[in-house]
């Protein structure tokens, strides 16, 4: 896109300079070639370029040798998209007279770039900066002997890359994007253009979304997402919630937009979607707003946008979704993201910090590249990096979706050996670009007296912080629920729904093998009823203590606030321990362990006769005491409605 427009501006520098030119000498002996040329000269004006073409071509036939003849064809080929006949017809005139036009080699140099031929483009750029060039120009010449000195050594040092074509049950003679996989990878939702007809009418493209599932190691055939019908021509650039609940989308020219294209979102509920909802005018602008993507923690959401306020055409910006529910007004990334170019497409994984995203701004082979950066502590961007040949070629790439596993990716190419058009593609990360490990939770929530499926709020902790990484709610027909989380920590999961115990896990994920190796539950929630119990699976004490340990502040503090929401609860606290050790000392642990919440429970101000406490050693075990497992989940404390008013 870039060097296409940097040669459109050299070759219109060029016309501007053959009338001159031909006032100075006519390039050829035969009037004939010459009237030709002044007829093609006329038509390229009016912007007929066949025709313009058809001219130079009778002219050449006449002349081979005609040297303007040659740059005009080379000019109105470039105008056609017709890359190598023009590269033929400048090498031509340049052949025959190198210094006739010095701009010529420039051209030629970018040429030589966009079709990915950079030893030739290098020569090219060396060749004109031999000519005494103003000092803009002269700057800008050596910026694409660099970019093309680069992309040549990208080229020279390929990457890994084994693009594997998905199926015919996905791809088809049609052109084919990869927009989003599930958490689980086993959902894939692209979007297929192809050409429509209708009577009355010019031949035009539509984009409509298509949903595929992979079954036994299968992807079916690939159904249309019909929810998406709107009186939009099309939409595109879906981003899917790692929860499966929400998608984001982009749809253009829309009765409801704010300008030419918008970002919308819709819920789901059950098998059904909500109607689309645009963001809004804080998000949304008058001018171009698209290609979506968002956080494993539902919290922020990257897009791109050619938005004022940027650093050059399209930048990539995010908002962050803020306590009433809203979208907070863009922030742009910065220019260690964005430049002068174009930034487009950016995926962020579910590691939260590994940013894909597609530029025609850094140093790449040709067009637009696919890169990745990396998000550090302080929340500055590390310089992106260029994901290499073959993966990124002189033509532009710009669709990657990487699998949550963080081990392969998905892309959409051209590739000779497709179905026809863009076809999508999946392959290997190599170590370098690979994002952190991840894996993912999930289950379904149920009545625990009825077991009918809940909705209900699932909430995620890191333990070590007590920061909330993941807030996301179970479907409120079949109670599933999917929440991805970065590996290399201990995390707490609570479940909680109005006028229902809290119910709550813990678990690691081990950041040194990177398994994707996910958490299954099947979490049931208790009514607030008098007898009624719950575990405080993240109460924690050290080996044989009462003191309770740091990581349990966030459970303590969920139940806190379970009293302060049900304020007619009044609670027995109990300690439970295994079979290990003698009868009386286990009774005093567990005593003491559960008289350390009551204590907490009362410094954070609830009544004194709501609450009171028991220990129980282990006269109720829950598990087997035989294995290490067993004792582990004897080793407990509890809590139990002994109160409600009302009942």
Not at 146 to 161: D, G, I, R
Not at 412 to 421: A, E, F, I, R, T
Not at 603 to 627: M, Q
């Amino acid at each position: 896109m870039v060097q296409k427009a940097l040669c459109i501006l050299a070759a219109s520098m060029l016309i501007l300079n053959l009338q001159k030119l031909s006032c100075q000498e006519t390039g050829s002996s035969s009037r004939r070639a010459e009237r030709f040329y002044q007829l093609a000269l006329k038509e390229y004006q009016l912007m007929n370029y066949e025709q313009a073409l058809q001219q130079t071509h009778k002219a050449l036939k006449i002349d081979n040798r005609f040297v303007r003849a040659f740059l005009l064809a080379g000019d109105i080929n470039l105008e056609l998209g017709n890359k190598y006949a023009a590269i033929s017809d400048y090498e031509n005139a340049i052949l025959i007279q190198p210094d006739y036009y010095p701009p010529a080699h420039y051209i030629l140099g970018n040429l030589y770039l966009g079709t990915g031929q950079y030893e030739k483009a290098i020569k090219r750029f060396s060749r004109y900066l031999e000519y005494n060039l103003p000092g803009a120009e002269r700057s800008l010449t050596r910026e694409r002997k660099e970019t093309a000195a680069y992309a040549h050594s990208l080229k020279s040092n390929p990457v890994p890359f084994n693009p594997v074509n998905l199926c015919d049950h996905i791809n088809t003679p049609n052109n084919e994007y990869v927009n989003a996989v599930s958490a689980d990878g086993e959902m894939l939702i692209f979007t297929v253009r192809r050409p429509v007809e209708e009577a009355g009418r010019q031949r035009f493209f539509r984009e409509e979304f298509y949903v595929s599932h992979l079954e036994n190691n299968q992807w079916s055939v690939a159904e249309p997402m019909k929810f998406l019908s709107t009186d939009s021509e099309s939409e595109g650039a879906l981003a899917l919630s790692y929860d499966n609940n929400l998608i984001f989308f982009t749809s253009c020219h829309r009765s409801d937009g704010f300008g030419s294209c918008d970002l919308y979102y819709s819920i789901k509920q059950g098998e059904k979607w909500s109607d689309p909802i645009n963001l809004g005018p804080v998000v949304n602008s008058p001018r171009w707003e698209s290609q979506p993507s968002l956080s494993s923690d539902g919290k922020t959401l990257y897009f791109a946008s050619n938005r004022p306020g940027g650093f050059g055409g399209s930048d990539i910006w995010k908002t962050v979704l803020q306590a009433d529910g809203s979208w907070g007004r863009p922030v742009n990334l910065g220019n260690e993201i964005n430049t002068a170019g174009d930034e487009m497409a950016p995926y962020i994984h579910a590691d939260g910090q590994t940013l894909y995203f597609s530029s025609t701004g850094h140093p790449g082979l040709g067009g637009a590249d696919l890169f990745v950066s990396r998000m550090q502590p302080d929340g500055h961007w590390t310089s992106p990096l260029n994901l290499g040949y073959p993966i990124n070629t002189h033509a532009d790439e710009i669709n990657l979706i990487v699998h949550p596993d963080g081990k392969s990716a998905f892309i959409s190419s051209d590739l000779p050996d497709g179905k026809g058009g863009y076809d999508i593609y999946t392959f290997d990360l190599y170590d370098e670009i690979k994002p952190l490990p991840v894996s993912y939770v999930k289950g379904t929530v149920r009545h625990a007296l009825t077991y009918k499926p809940l909705e209900a709020k699932v909430e995620l902790t890191d333990l070590e912080n007590g920061m909330m990484i993941v807030s996301s709610r179970s479907d409120p027909v079949n109670g599933e629920f999917l929440a991805v989380l970065p590996a290399g920590s201990r995390y707490a999961l609570y479940a909680h729904r109005k006028n229902f115990i809290f119910s709550s896990f813990h678990f690691a994920l081990d950041s040194i093998t990177g398994i994707f190796d996910p958490v299954l539950l099947d979490i049931l929630l208790k009514p607030v009823e008098t007898g009624q119990s719950g575990v405080l699976r993240n109460v924690f004490f050290a080996h044989d203590s009462y003191f309770l340990e740091s990581e349990s502040l966030v459970e303590l503090n969920r139940l806190r606030s379970f009293l302060a929401e049900n304020p007619e609860v009044a609670l027995e606290i109990s300690g439970h321990t295994d079979n290990t050790g003698s009868y009386t000392y286990n009774i005093e642990l567990s005593t003491r362990r559960a008289r350390a919440v009551y204590e907490f429970l009362l410094s954070e101000g609830i009544d004194i006769n709501r609450l009171t406490y028991i220990g129980f050693a282990d006269k109720h075990p829950v598990d087997t005491n035989k294995t290490p497992e067993g004792r582990a989940r004897n080793r407990r404390t509890e809590f139990k409605i002994i109160n409600r008013k009302g009942q």
